[in-house]
C-alpha cells in the first residue's frame, strides 16, 4: 500500500490503552473518507444498545471531513476511539500482507457496537458482522468499565474478524488449539497496535522481562489493576498444556511465545549490534510483526494448530527476507522450540529450498483467474491435500489472490503482466468430508453428522514455483481426533446444544462455554461460541487454578 499523505488522514484522538492506565489521549490518523458515524470503507459505527433498545448520538464530521475534539466522557469520544484503534489494526495487518482482506461474512463492512449493552465483555459475531463492545462496573472499581475504551480489548476482537477474514474456516475449529490460536492472534493483534504509540513503545521498552503496559492485557478488566491476560508465564512442560482446555488460558502457549520472541530480538539488537533500547524494540516490533502477520497468508483453510502457525511464521519470512541480516529467525525459531510449539527436527524441514515449477500454469499467471486456478489445480490435483481418494474428490478454490512487495504496492492495482511486481500467488482449496458420531457418549450429537474440513494453501512465486503448501487433509487418524475431541467437549460439558432458531441470549447465557454444537434434525457443527472471547478464564475444566 503506499504511503498516505497528510490531507488523506483524518486525526482522532484514542486512549493507548485504557483511562486508568493512560488517561490521557493521543492523536492518531486514519485513512479518508469518515462520514458521520463514524463510517469509513470497512467499519461502520452504530452505537446501538441492545438492553435498552437505544440508540446514542454518532459523531458528527465538521466541513473538512474531520471531527470536534470530544471530550473523553463523551460518548462520540468512545465511537472515535473503538473505530481508530480497529481501523489501525486493519490497515497495519494489511500493509504487511500486500492485499486487501475479505471478511469472513457477506458484507462490505465490519459493524462496531460501542455501548451494545451491560456484560462485563466483548467479542467479534460473525454472524452479525459485528464487533460488539459491553460495559459494566469492574469489582473494587467506581467508574463503569466500557470495554470500547480499552486498546487492548478493541483491537484483540478486530484481531478476530481479522483471522477470520484470512481464514473463515477457524470458527469451526475441530481442534483444541484452533480456537486458542484465535484468542492468541487477538492478544498479539493487540500487543503489535499497542506498540504502534511511542508513548506505549517508550515506557515499555526497559521493562519487558516484567509486567507492564504491553505484557498485561485489558488492564483493570477485572478491577485493583488486574488485567485478563499476562503474556510473561514464560515456557511449561507439554504435560502442563495437556491439561488446560479454555481456549483463552491455551492461547498463552503461542502468545507469550511471541512476546518472549520480541523481549530476545530486543536483547539481540541491543547485545550484538550496540542499539539503545528504544530504538532495537521499534526495530523487533517492526520485523516481528512483519513475520507474524505474513504467516497468516500460510495458514491450512481449516482446523488450524500452533504448529501451523508457527511453520507458516518462519516460512513466510524465509521468502521475503532471504538474507536475514540479524539472524531474526533463528531467534523466532530457538522460542517457538523452547515454548514446544515446533520441534527442530520441524524446523529444519520447514526450511528448505522453494520446490519446482509447477506444470499447466494457467493464462495471465501469475494474475490467474479463479476458474483459471481452479482448473490449474485440478490438473495437478495428485499434489492436493486430498488424502487418498485425490483423483475423484472435488473440490472447491476459496481463494486466488496475489501479493505485492512493499516497494511495488502502489502499482498493485494497475493492470501490468510484469512479474517483478508480484510477490507471491496464494491459493487456498477446500473439501468436505461428512462423520456420522455414533455411541451415547457423544449424547445429544449421537446419530448426526459432522463435517469435516480438508484442503491446503499453496503458495507460489511469479515463475510458478511452489514456496509452500499448508495441507489438512481429512485423514482416518484426524477423523478419529476430532471425534474425540467433540466427545471429550460433551462429557466435560465444554459445548452447548443450540438451536439456530433460538435467539443468541441463550448463548450469552452460556458465555463460559468455549464451543456450541448447532443441531438441525441430522447434523451437527461445532463452531466456537463467541460470547466466551473476551471473559476471564480463571480456572480449566479439571478445576485447577
Request: glycine residues 6%.
Amino acid at each position: 500500500m503506499k504511503s498516505l499523505s497528510s490531507s488523506e488522514l483524518i486525526p482522532i484522538q484514542v486512549f493507548p490503552q485504557d483511562p486508568w492506565s493512560t488517561p490521557d489521549p493521543v492523536t492518531v490518523f486514519v485513512q479518508r473518507p469518515i462520514l458521520t458515524g463514524p463510517v469509513g470503507s470497512r467499519i461502520a459505527v452504530y452505537d446501538y444498545n441492545r438492553d435498552r433498545n437505544k440508540t446514542f448520538m454518532p459523531a458528527r464530521t465538521l466541513e473538512d471531513g474531520t471531527f470536534p475534539g470530544y471530550k473523553t466522557s463523551d460518548l462520540r469520544f468512545h465511537q472515535l476511539n473503538a473505530y481508530a484503534i480497529s481501523m489501525r489494526a486493519i490497515e497495519l495487518v494489511e500493509m504487511e500482507l500486500g492485499h486487501s482482506i475479505r471478511w469472513g461474512f457477506d458484507a462490505s463492512r465490519l459493524i462496531v457496537l460501542p455501548h451494545a449493552g451491560y456484560l462485563a465483555n466483548a467479542f467479534y459475531s460473525e454472524d452479525t458482522h459485528s464487533l460488539q463492545f459491553y460495559s459494566f462496573i469492574s469489582p473494587g472499581q467506581k467508574d463503569i468499565y466500557h470495554t470500547c475504551l480499552s486498546h487492548d480489548i478493541v483491537a484483540h476482537e478486530t484481531g478476530h474478524a481479522i483471522l477470520d477474514a484470512v481464514r473463515d474456516r477457524l470458527t469451526e475449529g475441530l481442534h483444541p488449539e484452533t480456537a486458542a490460536l484465535h484468542e492468541a492472534i487477538g492478544d498479539i493483534t493487540a500487543l503489535f497496535a499497542a506498540l504502534s504509540h511511542n508513548m506505549i513503545l517508550e515506557k515499555s521498552s526497559d521493562k519487558l522481562g516484567k509486567s507492564n503496559l504491553i505484557s498485561d492485557i485489558a488492564e483493570h478488566f477485572e478491577g485493583n489493576h488486574h488485567a485478563l491476560r499476562n503474556f510473561l508465564i514464560g515456557p511449561k512442560h507439554e504435560e502442563y498444556w495437556e491439561e488446560i482446555f479454555s481456549p483463552h488460558d491455551l492461547s498463552l502457549k503461542m502468545s507469550s511465545a511471541i512476546y518472549e520472541t520480541l523481549r530476545a530480538l530486543q536483547e539481540h539488537l541491543a547485545d550484538n549490534e550496540g542499539m539503545e533500547k528504544i530504538p532495537a524494540l521499534k526495530l523487533a516490533r517492526r520485523a516481528l510483526q512483519r513475520m507474524v502477520v505474513r504467516g497468516l497468508d500460510y495458514l491450512p483453510p481449516a482446523d488450524a494448530t500452533f504448529k501451523d502457525f508457527g511453520k507458516a511464521i518462519l516460512k513466510a519470512d524465509q521468502k521475503v527476507n532471504k538474507g536475514d541480516k540479524f539472524k531474526f529467525r533463528n531467534i523466532v525459531a530457538d522460542t517457538l522450540v523452547e515454548y514446544g510449539i515446533l520441534n527442530q527436527s520441524e524446523i529444519d524441514a520447514n526450511s528448505g529450498p522453494s520446490g519446482d515449477i509447477w506444470p499447466h500454469l494457467p493464462p495471465f499467471w501469475p494474475r490467474p483467474t479463479k476458474e483459471d486456478a481452479y482448473r490449474f489445480l485440478d490438473k495437478n490435483r495428485k499434489r492436493l491435500a486430498l488424502s487418498k481418494f485425490g483423483d475423484y474428490r472435488d473440490f472447491v478454490l476459496c481463494e486466488a489472490l496475489y501479493t505485492t512487495p512493499p516497494k511495488k504496492r502502489q502499482e498493485r492495482d494497475k493492470v501490468n503482466p510484469r512479474k517483478d511486481l508480484i510477490e507471491q500467488v496464494i491459493l487456498i482449496y477446500e473439501y468436505p468430508v461428512d462423520v456420522e458420531l455414533k455411541g451415547h457418549d457423544f449424547g445429544y450429537a449421537d446419530g448426526r453428522w459432522l463435517t469435516i474440513w480438508g484442503g491446503g494453501t499453496l503458495v507460489f512465486d511469479a515463475e510458478g514455483r511452489e514456496l509452500y503448501h499448508a495441507q489438512k487433509p481429512v485423514t482416518k487418524k484426524r477423523i478419529e481426533a476430532i471425534k474425540d475431541f467433540v466427545r471429550l467437549g460433551i462429557v466435560k460439558k465444554l459445548t452447548f446444544p443450540l438451536n439456530p432458531t433460538i435467539d443468541d441470549e441463550i448463548s450469552q447465557y452460556h458465555f463460559k462455554k468455549p464451543w456450541k454444537l448447532a443441531l438441525t434434525s441430522d447434523r451437527v457443527a461445532l463452531q466456537t461460541n463467541p460470547a466466551a472471547r473476551c471473559y476471564s478464564a480463571r480456572k480449566d475444566v479439571r478445576g485447577k487454578k
